[in-house]
């Protein structure tokens, strides 16, 4: 039983050991292995290239990092994060089909660089913006999928903490990817949390001397923009800010700037369209809750069973999530 393997392994026993996978390739790749074929997206101080990997003949996102702006933007720590965190999803327990998967870390001189699973279809962002808005199944169809996945995530005890449509990317079979663990935490990581409560000061001098808060706040949860514990629940606020965005073609707070929807987030101001379903509304006013304790999904209301429990779900036949019939997207 996976849980009860969990339990006697400390995390870092489990990142130890998802390095030590890892390091296999490290040592092996280098930049000439790969032909960088075309540019698939760019981040703040990265850019993701569509690769062919000459060995292998496959096909690969590579991450590129120059090592020049990861010091200067101060991001070690978070580009360290995201690789043991994605290499810890990619082995605990074989890894998960709604997660990206780490094939290898390697660096030069100038540049770390990041190879994992393509993601055909780019960003659940862009399918939507494309379509407006989703019909009933394609949204019950990623809803679920995205609930999968955090079962999995979570029972790594890891947080996403920025789950938003941008970081939900679409394989070749239409399925999600779920990416960018670079904001993610480990939970019961005493050095990160004591690093994030320095960080957390910063933040907090920044809100109130600039009046804007860093980063984006509309998928949020009351806790991540106001405290430092955030944990579990803060994902299952962001699944309901996404199932609301799906159906509704808008992220329910809105408003001209950051500053502006943090504050419709900490004081719950939003409308509820009336064409949702009873049991839509049910699910998001339950995962869209103030109080991180009494949000469907946290382990006082019974932790992710309970939102896999939910009636929106009641179709789902979790065992065999990854085969169902994919919505007729195209
Ligand atoms: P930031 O660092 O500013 O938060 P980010 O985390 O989105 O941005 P990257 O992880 O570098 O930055 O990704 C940049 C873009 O590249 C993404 O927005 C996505 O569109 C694309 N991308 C990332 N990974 C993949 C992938 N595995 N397959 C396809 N496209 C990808």
Redesign the pocket.
């Known amino acids: 039983d996976p849980d009860e393997i969990l339990k006697n392994r400390t995390h870092r026993e489990i990142v130890t050991e998802a390095r030590q996978k890892l390091s296999r390739h490290v040592n092996n790749n280098n930049a000439n292995d790969y032909y960088f074929m075309k540019i ?7 850019t ?1 290239f569509l690769c062919h990997e000459i060995p292998s003949n496959g096909m690969y ?1 590579v ?1 590129v990092m120059t090592k020049d702006t990861i010091r200067r933007e101060k991001k070690l720590a978070h580009v360290m994060r995201e690789k043991d965190i994605m290499a810890s999803l990619t082995h605990n327990f074989g890894g998960h089909p709604f997660i ?1 998967k780490l094939r290898c870390a390697f660096q030069d001189d100038r540049r770390l660089y990041f190879v ?4 055909r279809y ?2 659940l962002y862009d399918l939507l913006r494309e379509l407006n808005t989703f019909d009933d199944y394609t949204t019950f169809f990623y809803a679920s999928e995205i609930v999968a996945a955090l079962n999995f995530i979570h029972r790594c005890r890891i947080v996403h903490r920025d789950l938003k449509p ?1 970081n939900i ?1 679409i394989n070749d079979n239409w399925h999600i990817l779920i ?2 663990f ?1 904001s993610a935490k480990i939970v019961g990581n005493k050095e990160q949390e004591a690093l994030e409560s320095e960080e957390y000061e910063t933040r907090k001098a920044q809100i109130q001397s600039r009046g804007s808060f860093v980063g984006t706040a509309q998928y949020a949860a009351p806790e991540v923009l106001s405290s430092k514990c955030a944990s579990y629940e803060a994902d299952f606020w962001a699944l309901g800010a996404i199932v609301y965005q799906m159906l509704a073609g808008c992220a329910p707070f809105r408003a001209p700037n950051e500053y502006h929807i943090m504050r419709r987030v900490m004081n719950l101001e939003y409308e509820m369209p009336e064409n949702f379903s009873p049991v839509t509304k049910d699910l998001i006013q339950k995962l869209l809750v103030i109080d991180p304790m009494k949000r469907l999904g946290s382990l006082e209301m019974g932790g992710t069973l309970a939102v896999r429990d939910h009636p929106y779900f009641n179709d789902v036949d979790w065992e065999n999530i990854a085969y169902r019939r994919t919505p007729d997207l195209m």
């Open positions: 698939l997206g760019e981040g703040s101080f990265s993701v996102a991450k990206i994992i699973k393509v993601a780019g960003e941008e990317l990416s960018d670079g």
